[in-house]
T-cell receptor
Framework: QKEVEQNSGPLSVPEGAIASLNCTYSDRVSQSFFWYRQYSGKSPELIMSIYSNGDKEDGRFTAQLNKASQYVSLLIRDSQPSDSATYLCAVNSGAGSYQLTFGKGTKLSVIP | GAGVSQSPRYKVAKRGQDVALRCDPISGHVSLFWYQQALGQGPEFLTYFQNEAQLDKSGLPSDRFFAERPEGSVSTLKIQRTQQEDSAVYLC???????????FGPGTRLTVT
């Protein structure tokens, strides 16, 4: 059973702080990793993808991947109230299967 | 360009009724996925199409669930004899060939009463 684990939160951070969201996965052969943002009542929106070990930065977002530890994280710098949402970690194991396995999501609240 | 579209956005069905949910993927996206999202949970995979071929249906929860994509574009997810446990948001996602990113539609919220 492929599993993706996230702390459900809620995670509360003050406006302007760094929010750190974490995710672990069980399938060692997983090859691609994604972070989706989901506002209440809306569908998931892709914000970051990462495929190799290390950091990937896009604006205020940084994704970090450590395949040896089976760990992927998302940092949000200068957090804004508009970042308040549920963040879903998703993993694809490759090997011809393109389905995504999602965690339950971490709810982030950015306090003005 | 237009994103993934789904219809209807909301559907209320009485227990035992059949429902059909439609997905129109991003133009040119060869892969199409259906996911089910229960309240407070992450999406769970149901089935996957590459063009018109259904390559993976391992996530369909029962033989009451059926999906098709006959011309390799629009897809329909059909649920027969709906049960209360089928109440969820049904999400469709599409993917361009050669990349891994999937883009989701707005979803259909199904409520079975």
């Amino acid at each position: 059973q492929k599993e993706v684990e996230q702390n459900s939160g809620p995670l509360s951070v003050p406006e302007g702080a760094i929010a750190s969201l974490n995710c672990t996965y069980s399938d060692r052969v997983s090859q691609s990793f994604f972070w989706y943002r989901q506002y209440s009542g809306k569908s998931p929106e892709l914000i970051m993808s990462i495929y190799s070990n290390g950091d990937k930065e896009d604006g205020r977002f940084t994704a970090q991947l450590n395949k040896a530890s089976q760990y992927v994280s998302l940092l949000i710098r200068d957090s804004q109230p508009s970042d308040s949402a549920t963040y879903l970690c998703a993993v694809n194991s490759g090997a011809g299967s393109y389905q995504l396995t999602f965690g339950k999501g971490t709810k982030l609240s950015v306090i003005p | 360009g237009a994103g993934v579209s789904q219809s209807p956005r909301y559907k209320v069905a009485k227990r035992g009724q059949d429902v059909a949910l439609r997905c129109d993927p991003i133009s040119g996206h060869v892969s199409l996925f259906w996911y089910q999202q229960a309240l407070g949970q992450g999406p769970e995979f149901l089935t996957y199409f590459q063009n018109e071929a259904q390559l993976d249906k391992s996530g369909l929860p029962s033989d009451r669930f059926f999906a098709e994509r006959p011309e390799g574009s629009v897809s329909t997810l059909k649920i027969q004899r709906t049960q209360q446990e089928d109440s969820a948001v049904y999400l469709c996602a599409s993917r361009l060939g050669g990349v891994y990113e999937q883009y989701f539609g707005p979803g259909t919220r199904l409520t079975v009463t």
